[in-house]
């Protein structure tokens, strides 16, 4: 068997006038950022004809593998489509419906979602895409449970994205999903960004650049002090004390600097490192769970369990090799 045998191998759809930023994002995350470690992804991009086309930015893309590459992928990713949402040939559309009869994973990032809409995969199913093309879709596709707000939609081996920044965290997700929330976290410090945001995407998150000094009662060092003791107890009147803050200012200046409350940036944050204790070390349950600052193994098993449906024994084995 040859190196190639064990990848997972991943096949993006492209077309004419796609973004190169939409297209970008999924080689990323699958193929560019694995420096100094083994890949984990055979990624391949196909189109149509299997030739050269423009993107929106201004450049040419050279493709030379057309729609039969679909066949022999384990994951099929629409990275976008057209904002005038033309239909899709049917050609595109029966081989993603072959591959999603074979209960492989099919994946709409952005408006990518209106072609698997198109092939048939998502009817019944709740599903999302760009807010901005809500009512389109919703009168386009009635069968569809269309939800607008969440950042992606996993339903068994269909995921879709809603816009632009959030192919990226649905992207990360899927890395978390097969080979584990470690390599998920260790690519998003390469890139530079959060392993996993809360909150929907109609939240706008703000990042000014601040001139002044850290000072010890800085936001964003009380912050990375609270991140870096995760077992202790942080309540909301104590982390907005040692800001220097009233509890209603702290709340606000957070949720703009954070895209959500505090309680759920917490709760995310040991949520995450119980991911990671599980996968890499042989704490008992109890101990992951006061390791991650839930308390109780109880309380920590009714929120894993809320926030990826699997208990944290069931999340274990899965990732026991």
Known sequence: MSKSDDLIKITLVAFEGISAFHLSIPCMVFQDIFVGQPPRFDLNICNENGSQFETSSGFGVVIDRDL??????????????????????????????????KNKLLVGLCLGSYVLA????????????????????????????????PLFIEHET??????????????????????????????ARK??????????????????ISAKPLTETSLSLVIEQVEQNLNLSHS???VAKRCAMSKRTFTRQFKA????????????????????????TQFSISQ??????????????????????????LWRASFKQ
């Open 68 to 101: 039969s590459a679909i066949e022999e992928a384990d994951i099929v990713i629409i990275p976008s489509w057209p904002n005038e949402l033309p239909e899709p040939s049917g050609q595109l559309l029966v081989a993603l419906q072959k591959h999603h009869a």
């Open 118 to 149: 198109c092939a048939g995969v998502l009817n019944r199913k709740r599903a999302t895409t760009h807010w901005a093309f809500s009512e389109q879709f919703q009168k386009r596709f009635p069968k569809i449970e269309f939800d607008p707000n």
């Open 158 to 187: 269909v995921i879709t994205s809603a816009g632009v920044a959030a192919s990226l965290d649905c992207c990360l997700h899927i890395v978390r999903r097969l080979c584990g929330s470690e390599l998920a976290n260790d690519l």
């Open 191 to 208: 890139m530079v960004t959060a392993p996993f945001r809360t909150g929907g995407q109609q939240q706008y998150i703000p990042a000014p």
């Open 236 to 238: 909301l009147d104590e």
């Open 257 to 280: 600097s954070y895209g959500c409350t505090f309680g759920e940036w917490l709760q995310n944050q040991r949520l995450v490192l119980s991911q990671r204790l599980l996968e890499t």
């Open 288 to 313: 992951v769970a006061e390791q991650a600052g839930f308390g109780s193994d109880s309380v920590f098993r009714k929120h894993f369990k809320n926030a990826f449906h699997v208990s944290p024994i």
